[in-house]
């Protein structure tokens, strides 16, 4: 069953993983249902790279995660959905069913001329149809490309044109808290760029009024009228691509990360059922969103590989009020629940009545993920709503990752607030200095590299292998390289300090501050920017832009809007800056890079040393800044 039962056997197993890795995954893959098996478990070279696991091997993902549980757990519930609105009945899909409705959709894709390689887009609200869209494009081989619904046209367009795609699924609109987002009106103005486009699928879940473009978009009901419910899985080979997943870097636009069948398949249901200790008769509650890789390998993936119930919540924590998470977990009797730190301390912030109103019995498990947890925070959790009782883990991972890396395991694992402890079997962390030499022994500190292939590692980002290249093997030779600062205490465990690059993490969200200040950049009054992170009591990281302006005296109520007006229009809402600063100057060396440094120190209110600024090319601006003068 791939099932670590005591600390010791993870000890075993680490070992195990270490010395003969290839039988080690092999063992793991064996549990799961191929066409045919692989000629070789592993192949790789992290100077192409070049990683292939399980080679050879023929199998679909979703014949894992829905036929295979048909015969003895058809009845079980699949998907349990909590919509938006506490009136609104939530769903429940058995694995039955699920498979039906997933077939059912893979024949409307085949109907709208969905093909085996093809790119798909799904732009879609936290409704079972995402899912099942979802799975429904890795049924038939198409290659699905989930954008969250919290972008803007801008980046939709992007995101559509750099994965070339030819269908995208979205709904009339989403419900979110009071806010009900056009959805519909947003793929309208993103695909006025996107030629590659021609078949939109919209699901209706609003009721809001559309325009349908006829030729182009057609009702996701009238297409399942037309359609059955019998569709042979596609068979993919082990290293053909399965989705495809937008995340920001230090530079340039979002890349799209690449993930394929077989490696994917194999860690996402281990990592799932090791991490969290599932057990058969778990309700498993992940708040993520599918437009995350959260969402993507702990709501949809691994939990249906184990045969799991998923849970799936449409709307918001705050919404009707905040106490809502905690009512779900009591109406659904969750005893698995896995959020985000910034979810933690917002609903903290709230008050305990919240919570107090809420028994939270069938709590078992409590997970962390997205972004470091502090220990205030993690001590909330642990007290206030696992009641002392549950463990929580704290799972250190990445959109590249695929799946959790480093993490207690629950239960077995002795914990240590803020720290994400141990890496899972298979995953090989070290640390290295600034020249590249890997740090030995404990009590060290230094950037988290991976230094072995693990199955469900990123193998491309989409269109540019240089890039993938670039960005994670080449800062240091043979190594991944993962863009986070990472401490190791004297018993071996792992803490996570924060990224080290220019990636600033705004509620679990990632952003590169290059794309922030392009997008700010565009509003006419605007010079220059430049954006830095800073600690923020709720969000983990604020955003904090500072801005040369051609017209400095601006009324700057109205500058605030207008700025972030241009931000969630190029990126989203989620990227509008908490702070700006208006500033004749920013602080650059004599080669024009701008030392960031000093900003973040500046934007972190440690103004006392802000270290050497005698390279600077003119040293009075940093004096100006310091002041705080134009901050708003
Ligand atoms: O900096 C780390 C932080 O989030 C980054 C990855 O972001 P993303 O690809 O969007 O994936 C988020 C969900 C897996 C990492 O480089 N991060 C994620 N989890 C943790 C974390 N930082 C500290 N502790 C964590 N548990």
């Given at each position: 069953?791939?099932?670590?039962?005591?600390?010791?056997?993870?000890?075993?197993?680490?070992?195990?993983?270490?010395?003969?890795?290839?039988?080690?995954?092999?063992?793991?893959?064996?549990?799961?249902?191929?066409?045919?098996?692989?000629?070789?478990?592993?192949?790789?070279?992290?100077?192409?790279?070049?990683?292939?696991?399980?080679?050879?091997?023929?199998?679909?993902?979703?014949?894992?995660?829905?036929?295979?549980?048909?015969?003895?757990?058809?009845?079980?519930?699949?998907?349990?959905?909590?919509?938006?609105?506490?009136?609104?009945?939530?769903?429940?899909?058995?694995?039955?069913?699920?498979?039906?409705?997933?077939?059912?959709?893979?024949?409307?894709?085949?109907?709208?001329?969905?093909?085996?390689?093809?790119?798909?887009?799904?732009?879609?609200?936290?409704?079972?149809?995402?899912?099942?869209?979802?799975?429904?494009?890795?049924?038939?081989?198409?290659v699905h490309s989930v954008v969250f619904a919290g972008f803007s046209a801008r980046s939709l367009e992007d995101r559509i044109?750099?994965?070339?795609?030819?269908?995208?699924?979205?709904?009339?609109?989403?419900?979110?808290?009071?806010?009900?987002?056009?959805?519909?009106?947003?793929?309208?103005?993103?695909?006025?760029?996107?030629?590659?486009?021609?078949?939109?699928?919209?699901?209706?879940?609003?009721?809001?009024?559309?325009?349908?473009?006829?030729?182009?978009?057609?009702?996701?009901?009238?297409?399942?009228?037309?359609?059955?419910?019998v569709c042979p899985a596609e068979i993919m080979d082990s290293e053909d691509m399965l989705f495809v997943l937008y995340t920001s870097g230090s530079t340039g636009k979002p890349k799209g990360v690449v993930h394929t069948c077989g490696g994917y398949m194999v860690y996402a249901e281990y990592s799932f059922r090791n991490v969290f200790q599932y057990r058969d008769e778990d309700i498993y509650w992940c708040t993520a969103d599918i437009g995350w890789i959260t969402g993507h390998t702990y709501i949809v993936y691994g939990p249906l590989l184990a045969g799991a119930t998923t849970v799936m919540f449409e709307g918001v924590p705050s919404y009707p009020d905040a106490g809502r998470f905690w009512d779900i977990c009591d109406k659904h009797k969750i005893n698995i629940f896995y959020t985000a730190p910034t979810a933690i301390r917002a609903l903290q912030a709230c008050g305990i009545d919240f919570v107090n109103k809420h028994e939270l019995s069938s709590l078992r498990v409590l997970g962390s993920v997205g972004e470091p947890i502090n220990e205030e925070a993690w001590h909330w959790y642990n007290d206030e709503i696992g009641k002392g009782r549950c463990p929580i883990v704290d799972t250190w991972w990445q959109?590249?990752?695929?799946?959790?890396?480093?993490?207690?395991?629950?239960?077995?694992?002795?914990?240590?607030?803020?720290?994400?402890?141990?890496?899972?079997?298979?995953?090989?962390?070290?640390?290295?200095?600034?020249?590249?030499?890997?740090?030995?022994?404990?009590?060290?500190?230094?950037?988290?590299?991976?230094?072995?292939?693990?199955?469900?590692?990123?193998?491309?980002?989409?269109?540019?292998?240089?890039?993938?290249?670039?960005?994670?093997?080449?800062?240091?030779?043979?190594?991944?390289?993962?863009?986070?600062?990472?401490?190791?205490?004297?018993?071996?465990?792992?803490?996570?300090?924060?990224?080290?690059?220019?990636?600033?993490?705004?509620?679990?969200?990632?952003?590169?501050?290059?794309?922030?200040?392009?997008?700010?950049?565009?509003?006419?009054?605007?010079?220059?920017?430049?954006?830095?992170?800073?600690?923020?009591?709720?969000?983990?990281?604020?955003?904090?832009?500072y801005a040369i302006c051609h017209d400095p005296k601006v009324d700057m109520t109205s500058f605030i809007q207008e700025i972030n007006k241009t931000v969630t229009e190029i990126i989203g809402p989620i990227a509008k800056p908490d702070k700006i600063q208006i500033v004749h100057g920013l602080p650059k060396t004599r080669s024009g890079k701008i030392m960031r440094r000093i900003l973040r120190k500046i934007a972190e209110g440690d103004v006392s040393n802000l270290g050497d600024t005698s390279t600077l090319l003119d040293p009075s601006v940093v004096e100006e800044i310091k002041t705080g003068a134009g901050l708003v």
């Open positions: 069953m791939n099932k670590i039962n005591s600390i010791d056997e993870y000890h075993e197993e680490y070992a195990k993983s270490v010395s003969d890795p290839e039988r080690f995954w092999a063992e793991k893959a064996e549990t799961f249902s191929w066409h045919k098996k692989w000629n070789e478990v592993l192949e790789w070279d992290f100077h192409g790279p070049s990683v292939k696991w399980f080679k050879g091997a023929k199998l679909n993902i979703t014949e894992n995660c829905l036929d295979r549980h048909l015969e003895n757990n058809g009845d079980k519930v699949a998907i349990l959905w909590e919509p938006n609105n506490p009136n609104e009945s939530s769903i429940e899909i058995t694995y039955t069913e699920l498979h039906s409705r997933v077939c059912a959709f893979s024949n409307v894709l085949k109907r709208n001329g969905a093909k085996k390689g093809d790119r798909i887009c799904l732009y879609m609200p936290m409704t079972p149809e995402l899912a099942i869209a979802t799975l429904a494009c890795a049924r038939i081989g198409a044109n750099d994965a070339t795609c030819n269908i995208v699924v979205t709904a009339d609109g989403g419900f979110r808290g009071e806010k009900i987002i056009g959805l519909k009106n947003i793929v309208d103005k993103a695909l006025e760029n996107c030629p590659s486009i021609e078949k939109c699928i919209v699901l209706k879940r609003t009721n809001e009024e559309v325009e349908m473009k006829s030729g182009r978009d057609v009702w996701l009901h009238e297409e399942l009228d037309r359609v059955d419910d959109t590249e990752t695929g799946g959790i890396m480093i993490s207690p395991l629950a239960g077995l694992t002795s914990l240590k607030p803020s720290y994400a402890t141990l890496p899972l079997p298979g995953i090989q962390p070290c640390l290295v200095d600034a020249d590249g030499n890997e740090i030995l022994g404990n009590d060290v500190q230094g950037n988290l590299c991976i230094k072995f292939p693990w199955p469900s590692m990123i193998r491309t980002t989409y269109g540019d292998h240089k890039r993938c290249k670039d960005v994670y093997f080449s800062a240091y030779e043979g190594k991944y390289f993962t863009g986070d600062g990472c401490r190791r205490d004297e018993d071996g465990f792992y803490r996570i300090t924060g990224r080290v690059d220019d990636v600033i993490n705004v509620s679990g969200h990632r952003f590169g501050t290059a794309e922030i200040e392009a997008a700010i950049d565009e509003h006419e009054n605007v010079v220059e920017t430049a954006v830095v992170g800073y600690p923020h009591e709720i969000k983990g990281q604020g955003i904090y832009a």
